[in-house]
């Protein structure tokens, strides 16, 4: 068999392989819409404004409803220094 | 011979020269994959997590009112709805009480909600969120999937409040294990118990939600607020939705600086190893030009060369990048995404993969490197027969 043909073969199992992944994409998308009414329902009714992702600090936990300088507000002069405040993007200000 | 016979033996030869210096080829491929599966790893993550904010938080409270001292959040006073009992288009105004425990056996914070169900939007299905109980009563609370685990379990659950007396509470549900990413650190109970955790007087409460009657109004009710209540916060939906857009986004100190780093890397890897023609390649390519190969055919031989190997690398970076993502919910970003957190949510992520997101992560990691091994391609092809045999 020709080399070009082993490489085609090749790329066209990993193909393949995408093609079953793009299958597990729908049946875990359809999952999720299944659940959306009863998140949408905690979220209503509870009134909540974030997602719990992070839980070590509270501008972490619930950016939304936190001060855009919380990270640094904890004594003047502090610096950010929990790991999960990295992921704050620049004020849109300055963008 | 044929246009499409004469590319398929070009590519033969290509795929055998690969072949021939395999440990050098399969060790870009290697580096290359990692950099595709970083950077498509890192786009499916923060997309996938966007959009669940951008999905579940469309049902966020309309507006938010917080008091604000001293560029610090403090309670509010309740007898503020009776200031705003004059604005048009309110329907409703409900104080939620909520803060944090902090649990100094296990070091983990737990986000405490006090809110009565029956005043909130959709309140009353609230119990369809309960895996199994129902909602809490006085001096019971319903609890998130990680803070049960927290808490050992137990049907009553004591809790300190700030003077160190003890809160005892009866645990009467928990939330389904669906809802892991909105209230795994909870714990839900009636507001005079949260108040009587937080020893909140009766009069304060920690935020107030305002229902309005047309979302259209929403920014200016939002306005007539903030003008009747100096000293206070007025937060939108929209603000909340447009919060996480920025948390996640792709200008994040992490991503700009880790990844781009890595991709800078890459191409000065790939520039070197593309560059640094060996004796052997020059003694190749010199006997292609004495058994009658042109410089476009030595060009030609190292384009393919290179797409073999970036169509390689990017296919198996990406797919494995689903696989991080959708199955180990991005288990090699964890640690930064959830930093120091003792409770880590499970998150189930459904990364969509879209044309314009594959497109973004070829554009920024195939091109550089195409561009990157065009210019040793041709320096390559250049080489003079006589003086690559000598």
């Known amino acids: ?53 992070a839980t070590e600090a509270r501008y972490t936990r619930h950016p939304a409803v936190s001060d855009p300088m919380a990270p640094f507000m904890d004594h003047p002069g502090a610096l950010e220094h929990f790991p999960t405040g990295s992921f704050w993007a620049r004020p849109e200000a300055w963008r | 011979m044929n246009g499409l016979s004469r590319q398929l033996n070009v590519i033969d030869y290509s795929l055998s020269s690969l072949w021939r210096r395999r440990f050098k080829s399969i060790s870009v491929m290697v580096v290359f994959a990692a950099v595709i599966f970083l950077l498509a790893s890192f786009q499916m993550t923060t997309k996938a997590l966007t959009q669940a904010a951008s999905r579940l938080l469309v049902m966020a409270p309309e507006i938010t009112i917080q008091k604000m001292r001293a560029g610090r959040q403090e309670p509010i006073p309740v ?17 939620r009480v909520w803060g944090y425990y902090f649990n100094e056996t296990h070091a983990a914070n737990l986000t405490v909600i006090g809110v009565d169900p029956r005043l909130m939007p959709l309140g009353e299905k609230l119990a369809s969120a309960i895996d199994t109980g129902r909602l809490p009563g006085d001096h019971e609370v319903v609890l998130g999937q990680g803070a049960e685990e927290l808490l050992g379990g137990n049907r009553i659950i004591s809790l300190f409040r700030p ?106 890897f790939a520039w070197d190893k593309a560059s640094g023609l060996t004796p052997e390649e020059r003694r190749e390519i010199g006997i292609l030009k004495i058994v009658g190969w042109q410089t476009a055919d030595v060009i ?24 991080h993502v959708a199955f180990f919910d991005a288990g090699l970003f964890r640690p930064i995404m959830l930093g120091w957190s003792v409770l880590h949510p499970r998150l189930r992520l459904s990364p969509g993969v879209e044309l314009s997101d594959v ?29 690559a045999l000598n």
Not at chain 2, 244 to 264: I, K
Request: glycine share 6%.
């Open chain 1, 1 to 53: 068999m020709r080399p070009a043909v082993i490489f085609m073969l090749l790329v066209g199992a990993l193909l393949l392989a995408d093609g079953l992944l793009a299958l597990h994409q729908r049946a875990r998308r359809a999952e999720n819409d299944a659940e959306a009414g009863v998140l949408r329902v905690t979220v209503s009714g509870l009134g909540l404004t974030d997602l719990c992702l």
């Open chain 2, 79 to 95: 007898a503020y709805q009776k200031q705003l009992a004059g604005i048009f288009g309110i329907r409703r105004i409900t104080p």
């Open chain 2, 359 to 387: 497109l973004l992560v070829l554009c920024l990691t195939v091109v550089p490197y195409l561009a990157a091994t065009v210019v040793p391609a041709w320096r390559a092809a250049i080489i003079r027969a006589d003086s």
């Open chain 2, 300 to 323: 030609l031989l190292r384009f393919w060369e290179g797409v073999i190997v970036a169509l390689l690398s990017f296919v198996a970076g990406y797919t494995l990048a689903y696989v």
């Open chain 2, 163 to 268: 003077d160190l007396s003890l809160k005892p509470l009866t645990v009467v549900g928990r939330f389904r294990p669906a809802t892991d990413l909105l209230t795994y650190d909870t714990l839900f109970l009636p507001p005079d118990d949260a108040r009587d955790l937080f020893l909140l007087p009766p009069e304060l409460a920690t935020d107030l939600c305002v229902t309005v009657a047309n979302p259209s109004e929403v920014d200016t009710i939002a306005k007539k607020i903030a003008a009747l209540l100096p000293g206070t916060r007025v937060l939108t939906r929209g603000q909340i939705e447009k919060t996480y857009h920025a948390v996640f986004g792709w200008r994040s100190g992490f991503a700009s600086v880790c990844l781009l780093t890595a991709l800078t890397s890459f191409i000065i």
